[in-house]
C-alpha cells in the first residue's frame, strides 16, 4: 500500500520572520519589494510537473499583497489554509487577538476565493503549552485541522505526539497554563472562556467565574456538534485533528528531518530512509516548504548569528530536496488525506 504523505507550504514573503524587528520592521513591510510569486511559481511548476497536490497555508498579509496568488494555487488544484495574517507568534498573542487575526486572514483568503478555509498553521510553529488555548479558538471558529506544533525543545512542545492526533473537546486546552488564558467571560463571546477550577481546566461559569465543569467531561456543546458534522462517531467528541511534523529521537533529542534547516542540511538519502520507515509502518509524514525557499535569489534579512543560519543556510537545497521527495513519495493536501481518516480512531494528544 503506498502511503500518501502530507506536503505543505507557508506562503508568505521573504521579510516575514519572526523577532526579525531589530532588523526589518513590519511597518516597513509594504515598502519592501515583493517576490512572493517568483518562488511561488517555482513551486506550482515543480508541483505540477510531479503531479503532486499541497496545503497552502497563506498568510493574510502576503495574500492581501499579492492578490493573484490564492487565485495561482486554488487553479492549480491545491487547498487553501491560514497561516494568521501578521505573522506573529501565538504565545505573543491574547486569545482575543488571536481570533482577530485568524479571522481576518480567513476573510482576505474567502474574498479571493478560497472558500472554505479550515486549516491552520501558526508562524513558527508557536502553539506549545503556554497557547493551546488556540486550538479551542480554532474548533471554536469550525476549523477541521491544524498543524502548529513542532515536538521539539527551543519553539516547540517536545513532549507533544508527533504525527496525526486529535484534540478531544477541551483537551488541548486541560494541560494550557497560559497567562493569558482569560478568566472572565467577555460580553459578547460566544463560549466562557476555560477556568482552572478545583478539577481543573472547565469552561468558566458566567456567574461566578469559576471553573465549575471540567472540560474533560462536559465538552463545548459546539465541540461535540463539529465532531458529529465531520464524521466523528457517536462517542467521538474530538474537535480538532492535529498534525504535526515527524521527529527522530536521537541521543535524547528529538531531531526534525521533513522541512526548514534541517530538510536542507540532512542528506537526503536520510530524509528519505526516515519517511520510508514511517511509511512502512503505514504512517504518513509531514513536509513542508516556503515559496523563499524557491526563490533562486532570495534578499537576505541581516538578521542575528543563529537566525541567520537557521533561516538561510544551503537555501538553494530546499528547492532540489523537494523534488526528489516529489520523485520518490506520494504527496495530498492535509484535508484530501483526513477525508480517509476516521478521526475517531485517531490517538489523542497533545502528549503521548
Ligand atoms: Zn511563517
Known sequence: MTVLNALTVDVEEWYHICDAEPFIA????????????????VLLADLAKAGARATFFVLGDAAART???????LSAGHEIASHGCSHKQVYKMSPEEFEADLDRSVGILKEQGAGD????????????????WALDVLARRGFRYDSSIYPIRI???????????????????????????????????????????RDGWGRC???????????????????QRRGTEDGGTSTGNWALVEWTPPVRRIMGENVPFSGGLHLRLLPYKTIAR???????????????????EMDPDPPRVQLGAVKRFVHYARI?????????????FRFAPIGAILDDLDPAALPEGPER
Not at 461559569?205 to 465541540?223: C, E, F, H, I
Not at 526516515?274 to 523563499?292: D, F, K, M, S, T
Open 205 to 223: 461559569d458566567r456567574k461566578t467565574n469559576l471553573g465549575s465543569v471540567p472540560a474533560s467531561t462536559s465538552p463545548d456543546p459546539s465541540l
Open 67 to 73: 492578490p493573484r496568488a490564492v487565485p495561482s494555487i
Open 26 to 41: 513590519p511597518a516597513d513591510w509594504p515598502s519592501l519589494p515583493s517576490r512572493l510569486m517568483i518562488g511561488l511559481d
Open 316 to 328: 538553494g537545497a530546499a528547492r532540489e530536496k523537494l523534488k526528489q521527495l516529489l520523485s520518490d
Open 274 to 292: 526516515w519517511i520510508r520507515e514511517l511509511n512502512g509502518q503505514g504512517v504518513p509524514a509531514l513536509v513542508y516548504v516556503h515559496p523563499w
Open 155 to 197: 519553539i516547540g512542545m517536545p513532549a507533544a505526539r508527533p504525527g496525526l492526533w486529535r484534540v478531544s473537546s477541551g483537551g488541548g486546552l486541560k494541560r494550557a497554563e497560559s497567562p493569558n488564558t482569560p478568566q472572565t467571560a467577555g460580553p459578547d463571546s460566544e463560549t466562557p472562556p476555560l477556568c482552572k477550577g
Open 117 to 132: 478555509v479550515r486549516g491552520f498553521r501558526a508562524p513558527e510553529w508557536s502553539i506549545r503549552p503556554d497557547s493551546l
